[in-house]
């Protein structure tokens, strides 16, 4: 279940193809035991979001292959993986190092640069109207069916008639949701109402973030989502010409919970990472060191074990990772000002490691934490 945003994170509103192509480079043994990984968030979060990987590999046709360096894996390959991350990573710190060395294949996912970057996607809580009052005013359009009118078009009503209409927001918050490709809209009777990608207009897409640095709005270490929307609150006139440089238009459709990743599975904040679906295996292991905000001054390191759970069309190459930070303001916070560089490594089970591991089992007793 790909969308055509979702996954892609903030950075695409300034940024395209960051990474391309890259490589990936196979580690030691040796190497794997020097890693100094050492996981920052909870074993419950990890387990959650490792069930939601083993749900995908259950379901998938038996004859997909997921490709490691020059190994190919079956669905129950995968999970008989994740089943064996499971025991290790629960090992005290020196015997899990030893373990995924002897146990697991490790790959450097670099960029050109021979490092990784990150950006990060949240799933917005917008509020809405169920009909235009002052400013919600711009329509949320259901999918029309295939169209090529431009944004500009269809903000001046070409699909009056043909696009049901699900909400009103500010066209701010509106342009945003597009961007992101999922959120929920939160009306003032209290009611909320879940919407998810449902299709596009074919047009390109052009990037507002890269039009306003070129103007010199904003310098490439300053650009960033919250700026974006500051500087087009302060000026308003603005909108509608730096909202017609993205041709592109993007059409929702209501959903009964928060869309999932493309894995058609619910993501894990702090857990689920977007990456290029034509070159990483989906539902796989990595691990992440970077850094990200707690608030706009302060920063904090990152460092943990993720799962491939989603991509987009502007995370390209090895080394480019997009975390997905969940809903609410500390998300939107982390989202919007992420565009870090890291490091990125891949992880999966040796054959040889998998014999005897029963993947209908679980591993470990922890509990799964709520979303």
Known sequence: MKRWVLGMGVWFLFATNVGAQGTLVPLTAAQVEQLQWQDDDTLATLNQAIQRSLNYYQRVQPGTRFTYGEEQYSPQEMQASLRLFQRVVSLPLAQRRRALAQKFTVFASQNEQGAAFFTGYYQPEIPARRQPQGMWNTPVHGYPGVTQASRTDIQQGALAGQAPVLAYLDPIEHFFLQVQGSGLLVFPDGRRQWVGFAGHN????????????????????????????????????????VFAHNPRYVFFAPKSQAPGGSLGQPLTAGRSLAMDQHLIPKGGLAFVTTTYPVTAQSWRPLTRFMLVQDTGSAIVGHGRGDIFWGRGATAELRAGLMKQPGQLWLLVAKKSALVGINVSQAAVSLPIVSD
């Open 202 to 241: 074919h047009q390109p897409y052009r990037s507002i973030g890269k039009l306003l640095v070129q103007e010199g709005v904003f310098t490439p270490e300053t650009v960033s989502m919250p700026a974006i929307k500051a500087y087009l609150r302060q000026n308003p006139q603005e909108m509608p010409r």
